[in-house]
């Protein structure tokens, strides 16, 4: 079985700093995705970047990009030039490529990621 | 377009009731999952749909828990002679096909209190 471990419970930035939150996975498959997920307070998750495992480049989404580690099994995100509006829970989520079919997303605890004006 | 909906929005039931939560999914979309998520812990999977076939039931934590979709759109969660640990919120989601490469698009999700 996947896991998905975010150490960080809680995270505090000054508005337009940048700040880079931590993920690591564990997994015995070689094909699968990665993903970034924000849950505002309002609760509705909303897909923030993905990253496929056979790509080296890391994935990048305006002001979010990934440090992708394979062989670390590391997946952090990084925010430029925060935003008041990225205050949220940021969850790092794992899936199985099982060639079309889907297990479900694996999801870590959580992040909560506060930007101070 | 519309969003995945769910109804209610928040559900307080006492201990030993049945309960349905009901999940609209972005139409013409394949697949269907339900998530449950404690307080402050990560969504955790619960099952899926493709169409009308459920096709993965296995994070459903006890016989208790029943998941339908009938028609392969609307789909039905039903937690029967509810318990206080399964107080949570309800997430839904849906995407256009089955596989990591189609986006999952959340709902809003149900608040469950049981008392």
């Known amino acids: 079985a996947q896991t998905v471990t975010q150490s960080q419970p809680e995270m505090s930035v000054q508005e337009a700093e940048t700040v880079t939150l931590s993920c690591t996975y564990d997994?015995?498959?070689?094909?699968?995705?990665l993903f970034w997920y924000k849950q505002p307070p309002s609760r509705q998750m909303i897909l923030v970047i993905r990253?496929?495992?056979?790509?080296?480049q890391n994935a990048t989404e305006n002001r979010f990009s990934v440090n992708f580690q394979k062989a670390a099994k590391s997946f952090s995100l990084k925010i430029s030039d925060s935003q008041l509006g990225d205050t949220a829970m940021y969850f790092c989520?794992?899936?199985?490529?099982?060639?079309?079919?889907?297990?479900?997303?694996?999801f870590g605890k959580g992040t909560h990621l506060i930007i101070q004006p | 377009g519309a969003g995945v909906s769910q109804s209610p929005r928040y559900k307080v039931a006492k201990r030993g009731q049945d309960v349905a939560l009901r999940c609209d999914p972005i139409?013409?979309?394949?697949?269907l999952f339900w998530y449950q998520q404690a307080l402050g812990q990560g969504p955790e999977f619960l099952t899926y749909?493709?169409?009308?076939?459920?096709?993965?039931k296995s994070g459903l934590p006890s016989d208790r828990f029943f998941a339908e979709r009938p028609e392969g759109s609307v789909s039905t969660l039903k937690i029967q002679r509810t318990q206080q640990e399964d107080s949570a919120v309800y997430l839904c989601?849906?995407?256009?096909?089955?596989?990591?490469?189609?986006?999952?698009?959340f709902g809003p999700g149900t608040r469950l209190t049981v008392t």
């Open positions: 990253q496929e495992a056979y790509k080296q």
């Open positions: 989601a849906s995407s256009l096909a089955l596989g990591a490469l189609y986006e999952q698009y």
């Open positions: 989520a794992f899936m199985e490529d099982s060639g079309g079919g889907a297990d479900g997303l694996t």
């Open positions: 749909f493709q169409n009308e076939a459920q096709l993965d």
């Open positions: 997994t015995s498959e070689n094909n699968y995705y």
């Open positions: 139409s013409g979309h394949v697949s």
